[in-house]
């Protein structure tokens, strides 16, 4: 039975497009130390109905460390979302950060890890390859404020 080296991160929409998101919707996830924070940024994006990914992302820790898709400059894998791990953090329980996709528009999502040492399989059921959704709430805005697929 797996029960070390996978957490449970809430994650909740703040704000878009310079406006805040109220109440904010939210999920909680599973991971895996082993994950990437791209695999992460995937799982925020998916779940958070992200259609349009052609879009910069960053993670922001206290410290002012920042992971950025592709680095903070080019070749930098030390903070490239790609290279990065969970485990490389050191996340515990407690643990804050920001995510923000789409860095013109800064959709900016809260993340705290709700637990460490978390067992996949009572959790969820399985080992999931990838970050997945244990449970959500609230309604979430289109990417691009869009109501209707006429909207512009």
Request: glycine letters at 10%; charged letters at 30%; a negative charge.
């Amino acid at each position: 039975m797996a029960t070390t080296g996978w957490l449970s991160i809430r994650v909740e929409l703040v704000s878009g497009v310079g406006e805040p998101v109220d109440p904010p919707p939210g999920r909680d996830f599973l991971a895996s130390e082993e994950h990437s924070l791209f695999e992460l940024a995937v799982a925020i994006d998916t779940y958070f109905a992200r259609w349009d990914r052609g879009h910069l992302h960053l993670f922001r820790f206290s410290g002012d460390s920042e992971y950025v898709l592709g680095g903070k400059e080019e070749g930098d894998e030390d903070t490239d979302t790609m290279s990065v791990t969970i485990g490389d953090l050191d996340l515990s329980a407690g643990t804050e950060f920001d995510y923000v996709f789409d860095l013109g528009d800064e959709w900016l999502h809260r993340c705290r890890v709700l637990a460490a040492n978390v067992d996949p399989e009572e959790e969820f059921g399985d080992v999931p390859p990838a970050p997945v959704p244990l449970f959500g709430w609230g309604t979430i805005p289109d990417q691009y404020g869009r109501t209707t697929p006429d909207d512009d």
